[in-house]
């Protein structure tokens, strides 16, 4: 009788488990890929393979962020490994690879961690974290930064964006510039 109990609670259990579902996007304005196969998280409510989001800003910037695997959790934001994201400044576009980061979609703010590398203009970035409030195009890391490019490197605590063109170094800051090119 006790084995009887036991399989028809394995059996109510398991039909009542809480099901994968499919990520909506009330957003028209973004555009959300992912592949139908997903899977459970810990503390989160599923797995996504090959997560991207594309979508312009104010100023009609085209922005992609592409994840090979994001975890959509229970605030409605994404935990994403691997990602790739270009951002358009005008006619040009800054490319920014990092193993992982927070995408929350609703406030457009990106935060990267883990071996953060940037391009742009011919500068390239390095740092551990960064984070983006897109729609504003603010820029900010409290960890230390280190840019170079042919001419120049500067190496800093931190840094963040002043207008699309303004970067402001924080903390202990050592620039160097090559005049022999």
């Known amino acids: 009788m ?5 399989l028809v609670c394995f059996v109510i259990y398991t039909s009542v488990k809480k099901k994968p579902h499919d990520i909506k996007n009330n957003n028209s304005s973004t555009e959300t890929k992912y592949q139908k196969n997903h899977t459970f998280a810990e503390n989160a409510d599923v797995l996504v393979d090959k997560l991207t989001f594309a979508s312009k800003t104010s100023d009609n910037d085209s922005y992609s962020i592409v994840a090979d695997k994001a975890y959509k959790v229970k605030d409605g934001g994404y935990n994403m490994n691997q990602i790739v994201a270009n951002f358009g400044v005008g006619a040009n576009i800054i490319e920014v690879l990092a193993n992982n980061g927070y995408y929350n979609e609703a406030k457009n703010n990106l935060i990267l961690s883990n071996k953060i590398t940037g391009a742009y203009l011919g500068y390239t970035l390095k740092a551990e974290s960064l984070e983006l409030e897109i729609a504003t195009k603010i ?4 960890s230390p930064v280190f840019i170079e490019s042919e001419k120049i ?19 202990h800051v050592k620039t160097r510039i090559n005049f022999d090119q």
Request: proline share 0%.
């Open 139 to 142: 820029l900010r890391s409290n």
């Open 153 to 171: 490197s500067v190496s800093s605590d931190g840094m963040s964006t002043e207008g699309e063109n303004k970067l402001i170094f924080e903390g």
């Open 2 to 6: 006790s084995f009887c109990f036991l």
